[in-house]
């Protein structure tokens, strides 16, 4: 597992806002220190060298604990149809 960052904030539609040190694919699967599973990659956005990534949590129950720690991520490797095409 690798660092994604910090959890800066709670959006008002529920969604975590990561500061990322690293810049995660979609989907990949985010855990807190104790690999707990916290969410997925939803979307990544702002400045290429520190991006903000919105997390879409597993429940509400995980919003309330996590503001201001640190989050981990997983790669997952892509293969064929997985793969997102432009």
């Not at 910090?6 to 690293?22: A, C, K, Y």
């Not at 640190?70 to 997102?84: D, I, L, P, S, W």
Request: glycine share 10%; net charge positive.
């Amino acid at each position: 597992m690798d660092v994604l960052g910090v959890v800066e904030d709670v959006s008002h539609e529920g969604l975590l806002i990561v500061r990322g040190d690293v810049t995660p694919e979609y989907g990949n699967v985010v855990y807190d220190a104790k690999q707990n599973r916290i969410g997925t990659v939803k979307r990544v956005f702002g400045p290429v060298d520190r991006p903000y990534v919105s997390v879409t949590p597993v429940d509400r129950t995980v919003l309330k604990n996590v503001s201001g720690k640190k989050v981990y991520f997983e790669r997952g490797a892509q293969y064929g149809k997985n793969k997102r095409r432009n």
